[in-house]
């Protein structure tokens, strides 16, 4: 194909990151872009740090305080891990959250959530998916690694 002379590149990217997420996203130029699928496939790995004692309208720190929670009874990480890895192990069901980049009827759920039709909002049917998770670390506080990568500020 070519537009003025010039050949025309076939570019496309494998996913969309989160807008607060930090990563790589992968691109793929030419021929690559029929490949983009299979450079995706396998396992990923997340960092995330989280604060306690609130929820938010979009369930992550952007969204508006909704409910705040006691958490006194955290006394360690040790009781966090307690509660935390026997139920995000394993193979669980998920609901993505309405503010995630997942697509239904060709719209990313965040587009919905933000679109400002609360009709639209509340009749979005959000499917189920399997996901397995390997393994649960947690942390007192961030390696150095993982901050000098950029993944976090």
């Avoid at 872009?33 to 369930?59: C, F, N, R, W």
């Amino acid at each position: 194909m070519r537009k003025r002379g010039k050949p025309v590149m076939k570019v496309g990217h494998g996913g969309t990151l989160d807008p607060l997420a930090s990563g790589v996203l992968v691109l793929g130029i030419g021929k690559g872009t029929s490949k983009l699928q299979s450079y995706l496939e396998g396992d990923k790995q997340y960092t995330a740090m989280v604060e306690l004692g609130y929820e938010t309208t979009t369930l992550d720190a952007e969204g508006e305080i909704v409910k705040t929670m006691d958490w006194n009874h955290v006394t360690s990480i040790d009781s966090i891990r307690e509660m935390v890895v026997p139920k995000f192990t394993g193979k669980i069901q998920q609901v993505p959250p309405l503010y995630s980049a997942i697509r239904v009827d060709g719209k990313r759920l965040y587009e919905i959530a933000r679109g400002g039709d609360e009709k639209e909002v509340e009749d979005v049917e959000i499917p189920m998916r399997d996901v397995e998770v390997y393994k649960v670390e947690m942390e007192n506080s961030l390696s150095e690694s993982v901050i000098q990568s950029g993944v976090v500020d």
